[in-house]
């Protein structure tokens, strides 16, 4: 038998059936559905006269516009609250069910998936959100689509699609205290490139991946999207199946049994072949910091903010400077010396509670400095309770941050939560394109322990060496 | 959807890299629950200079490009967000054809869903059309579905790739969720099979959840 890969074995065990040109109908197992990508999509099928097939399959939850302040008071904005309505209107209409807003499952839709054990190894999972790709971390194959793909998984529970490639991202030995996922994805895509991963799966492979936990995994696969990939897998094993042993929606006795089974069978077959392979060492890899308008525009806190005047490559000299001249750096500054006016912790990259956890940690006994504005929005409402069970709300009150109500929240501020032009943040989470957290702000993408400590300090700090 | 055949416009160019969907069309016009109207967010925090005015170097606020259908773009357009609200915009706005050396994933899916036709040719061809919008007002240009080709006044002839499937869908403007319900027999019994043989991924969402 031919020696495969994780992709190859899910995206095989998928195909309904293939077109000469290799375009396939692949079963999707499971369908997330929030409230921006899927009003059109309703829209279609009421028009068409159609029915989901399966709406058993899809969960629903509005996360990008929900406000992060009080869930007592109604919606300020109108048009957000319609938006809403017509999300829980249409899960009521189709038989969907909905997590609504003042539900203590409710979260980002990334969050509360593994959460409730929705995502589980083998399955195909898309959503209308190109961070679909966290799921993967459980060995699964999930990935962003348009709303007109989320039309057609819900009419027909399929997806044409072509059989993407493959590439093997392998991180070796043990990473720096303090070092996290997310410095291990923004460096390898500060090393792939924004378009590196473009038509590719990424599986990641070695010792380092093999550590993580699973929120640290999930944290991995998340950005996937921003290295080009739309998915990004970890092969599942004892630690994907003790996180997911007792979830709600995990299967029980004699199913689990046989699931765990299938799952073990899951893992890449020694020898099977890639169509690309990068390799990292997990010692190389500092405290990451963005300093630009891309994920890939990233460098070590120890590094300094590059200069364009050294750059021979025209094109990349260009967009060097345009970055440099939105994000108001001076070329060869140290990173250390970048003061922040705003730090933000939450979104589906780092926001389930061991990012919490960790944060807390390092906030503890200290306070966050005076001209800092400093947030924390849990991923869901599971992870904000568990949270106050801990005490990690008193820890962040206690020096000087907010501690608010579950959502997407300034990760693409399309609800209250925005930066203002100008304003400066580092952020947990996973883009800092030109006003992506309010038009004219300027966000510099970190870890949850970087973001603690700048907000504590005013300016980026090196954490392998903060007390 | 609107069939693709043999478009013939004036093409508009937008010489940046790594142009995201967030820039597209930024997110506080993704609130809407129409896929129409949508051209009024297009490009809509480069359009403007920081007092709120329009800018007028911004090349769709110039009048040499209000009607241009064919859009000239550099590497890695449409990254980031899976937000189909991009395509739609640029549809709004009049675009039935984007060329551009490399496009993003999820992007490029998504203006097939549209009856727009994502071409991607070498970046020294690019390059070169980059040149010829510059130098020429009204620069017009003819994309050939069918010849798979792009044709230029000078008389050049640019060849490009395009998988069958999508090529044939996008000519007959065929609605691919009909086409996939022409197939309901043999999913159906890909479910039969996978329920026997996995039983666990048809757990029923709504009996399992978690308590509220």
């Given at each position: 038998?031919?020696?495969?890969?994780?992709?190859?074995?899910?995206?095989?065990?998928?195909?309904?059936?293939?077109?000469?040109?290799?375009?396939?109908?692949?079963?999707?197992?499971?369908?997330?559905?929030?409230?921006?990508?899927?009003?059109?999509?309703?829209?279609?099928?009421?028009?068409?006269?159609?029915?989901?097939?399966?709406?058993?399959?899809?969960?629903?939850?509005?996360?990008?516009?929900?406000?992060?302040?009080?869930?007592?008071?109604?919606?300020?904005?109108?048009?957000?609250?319609?938006?809403?309505?017509?999300?829980?209107?249409?899960?009521?209409?189709?038989?969907?069910?909905?997590?609504?807003?003042?539900?203590?499952?409710?979260?980002?839709?990334?969050?509360?998936?593994?959460?409730?054990?929705?995502?589980?190894?083998?399955?195909?999972?898309?959503?209308?959100?190109?961070?679909?790709?966290?799921?993967?971390?459980?060995?699964?194959?999930?990935?962003?689509?348009?709303?007109?793909?989320?039309?057609?998984?819900?009419?027909?529970?399929?997806?044409?699609?072509?059989?993407?490639?493959?590439?093997?991202?392998?991180?070796?030995?043990?990473?720096?205290?303090?070092?996290?996922?997310?410095?291990?994805?923004?460096?390898?895509?500060?090393?792939?490139?924004?378009?590196?991963?473009?038509?590719?799966?990424?599986?990641?492979?070695?010792?380092?991946?093999?550590?993580?936990?699973?929120?640290?995994?999930?944290?991995?696969?998340?950005?996937?999207?921003?290295?080009?990939?739309?998915?990004?897998?970890?092969?599942?094993?004892?630690?994907?199946?003790?996180?997911?042993?007792?979830?709600?929606?995990?299967?029980?006795?004699?199913?689990?049994?046989?699931?765990?089974?299938?799952?073990?069978?899951?893992?890449?077959?020694?020898?099977?072949?890639?169509?690309?392979?990068?390799?990292?060492?997990?010692?190389?890899?500092?405290?990451?910091?963005?300093?630009?308008?891309?994920?890939?525009?990233?460098?070590?806190?120890?590094?300094?903010?590059?200069?364009?005047?050294?750059?021979?490559?025209?094109?990349?000299?260009?967009?060097?400077?345009?970055?440099?001249?939105?994000?108001?750096?001076?070329?060869?500054?140290?990173?250390?010396?970048?003061?922040?006016?705003?730090?933000?912790?939450?979104?589906?990259?780092?926001?389930?509670?061991?990012?919490?956890?960790?944060?807390?940690?390092?906030?503890?006994?200290?306070?966050?400095?005076?001209?800092?504005?400093?947030?924390?929005?849990?991923?869901?409402?599971?992870?904000?309770?568990?949270?106050?069970?801990?005490?990690?709300?008193?820890?962040?009150?206690?020096?000087?941050?907010?501690?608010?109500?579950?959502?997407?929240?300034?990760?693409?501020?399309?609800?209250?939560?925005?930066?203002?032009?100008?304003?400066?943040?580092?952020?947990?989470?996973?883009?800092?394109?030109?006003?992506?957290?309010?038009?004219?702000?300027?966000?510099?993408?970190?870890?949850?322990?970087?973001?603690?400590?700048?907000?504590?300090?005013?300016?980026?700090?090196?954490?392998?060496?903060?007390? | 959807?609107?069939?693709?055949?043999?478009?013939?416009?004036?093409?508009?160019?937008?010489?940046?890299?790594?142009?995201?969907?967030?820039?597209?069309?930024?997110?506080?016009?993704?609130?809407?629950?129409?896929?129409?109207?949508?051209?009024?967010?297009?490009?809509?925090?480069?359009?403007?200079?920081?007092?709120?005015?329009?800018?007028?170097?911004?090349?769709?606020?110039?009048?040499?490009?209000?009607?241009?259908?064919?859009?000239?773009?550099?590497?890695?357009?449409?990254?980031?967000?899976?937000?189909?609200?991009?395509?739609?915009?640029?549809?709004?706005?009049?675009?039935?054809?984007?060329?551009?050396?490399?496009?993003?994933?999820?992007?490029?899916?998504?203006?097939?869903?549209?009856?727009?036709?994502?071409?991607?040719?070498?970046?020294?061809?690019?390059?070169?059309?980059?040149?010829?919008?510059?130098?020429?007002?009204?620069?017009?240009?003819?994309?050939?579905?069918?010849?798979?080709?792009?044709?230029?006044?000078?008389?050049?002839?640019?060849?490009?790739?395009?998988?069958?499937?999508?090529?044939?869908?996008?000519?007959?403007?065929?609605?691919?969720?009909?086409?996939?319900?022409?197939?309901?027999?043999?999913?159906?019994?890909?479910?039969q099979r996978r329920r026997t043989q996995s039983p666990w991924l048809f757990q029923d969402v709504a009996s399992t959840a978690g308590p509220a």
């Amino acid at each position: 038998m031919v020696a495969q890969t994780l992709f190859d074995k899910i995206w095989d065990e998928h195909v309904v059936r293939a077109e000469p040109d290799g375009t396939t109908l692949l079963y999707v197992d499971r369908h997330l559905v929030h409230e921006v990508t899927s009003p059109q999509a309703f829209e279609g099928l009421t028009i068409a006269g159609r029915v989901p097939r399966r709406p058993g399959a899809a969960l629903a939850v509005p996360d990008h516009n929900v406000p992060t302040t009080d869930r007592g008071l109604a919606i300020a904005d109108p048009v957000s609250a319609k938006q809403i309505q017509t999300l829980q209107d249409n899960c009521a209409a189709f038989g969907i069910t909905y997590f609504g807003m003042n539900d203590i499952r409710q979260g980002v839709v990334h969050i509360i998936g593994p959460e409730q054990g929705f995502t589980l190894p083998g399955m195909t999972i898309v959503c209308g959100d190109s961070h679909t790709s966290t799921h993967g971390a459980f060995g699964a194959l999930a990935f962003g689509i348009g709303t007109s793909e989320v039309e057609h998984v819900l009419a027909t529970q399929c997806l044409l699609q072509k059989r993407p490639k493959t590439m093997e991202i392998r991180v070796e030995g043990q990473l720096s205290p303090r070092c996290s996922a997310k410095d291990v994805i923004l460096a390898i895509i500060g090393k792939i490139g924004t378009a590196g991963g473009t038509g590719y799966v990424i599986e990641y492979t070695g010792s380092t991946i093999r550590a993580l936990s699973m929120e640290g995994r999930m944290t991995l696969c998340n950005m996937s999207i921003e290295g080009g990939a739309r998915a990004g897998m970890v092969a599942p094993d004892d630690s994907t199946i003790a996180y997911i042993k007792g979830r709600p929606m995990a299967p029980t006795g004699a199913l689990w049994d046989q699931a765990v089974k299938a799952w073990r069978e899951l893992a890449t077959d020694p020898g099977a072949r890639y169509d690309a392979v990068v390799e990292l060492r997990a010692e190389t890899i500092a405290p990451q910091v963005t300093w630009g308008t891309s994920p890939g525009m990233v460098t070590g806190v120890d590094g300094n903010v590059p200069d364009p005047q050294t750059m021979n490559d025209e094109k990349l000299r260009q967009a060097t400077q345009r970055a440099l001249e939105y994000m108001a750096l001076t070329p060869g500054m140290p990173i250390r010396d970048i003061q922040i006016d705003k730090v933000f912790i939450g979104s589906c990259t780092n926001a389930r509670i061991e990012d919490l956890r960790l944060a807390a940690s390092f906030a503890k006994g200290k306070h966050v400095a005076g001209r800092v504005h400093a947030m924390v929005v849990p991923g869901s409402g599971l992870v904000k309770q568990q949270a106050e069970q801990e005490g990690l709300d008193r820890i962040f009150k206690e020096s000087g941050f907010e501690w608010r109500e579950a959502g997407c929240s300034m990760c693409l501020a399309m609800n209250a939560d925005v930066l203002q032009a100008g304003e400066r943040c580092a952020s947990t989470s996973n883009r800092n394109f030109e006003g992506r957290q309010g038009a004219g702000g300027r966000t510099h993408l970190v870890s949850p322990a970087m973001a603690v400590a700048a907000a504590i300090e005013g300016h980026f700090v090196d954490i392998r060496h903060w007390s | 959807m609107d069939a693709f055949t043999t478009l013939t416009g004036m093409v508009a160019p937008l010489d940046r890299p790594n142009v995201d969907t967030d820039q597209i069309i930024p997110k506080q016009f993704l609130k809407t629950i129409k896929r129409t109207g949508l051209r009024e967010g297009l490009f809509y925090d480069w359009r403007r200079r920081k007092d709120g005015s329009q800018d007028p170097t911004f090349f769709l606020n110039q009048p040499r490009y209000q009607q241009a259908t064919i859009l000239l773009a550099r590497d890695n357009f449409g990254c980031g967000s899976s937000r189909e609200h991009a395509p739609w915009a640029l549809l709004d706005q009049g675009f039935r054809c984007i060329l551009a050396p490399s496009f993003a994933d999820i992007f490029y899916n998504n203006c097939f869903q549209n009856g727009m036709l994502p071409v991607v040719l070498k970046g020294s061809e690019i390059q070169a059309l980059f040149e010829s919008v510059g130098a020429h007002d009204g620069y017009q240009l003819t994309v050939d579905l069918a010849a798979q080709r792009v044709l230029t006044p000078e008389g050049t002839a640019y060849h490009f790739e395009i998988d069958p499937f999508r090529k044939d869908c996008l000519y007959r403007g065929l609605d691919a969720i009909g086409l996939t319900l022409q197939h309901t027999d043999q999913i159906a019994q890909y479910e039969q099979r996978r329920r026997t043989q996995s039983p666990w991924l048809f757990q029923d969402v709504a009996s399992t959840a978690g308590p509220a």
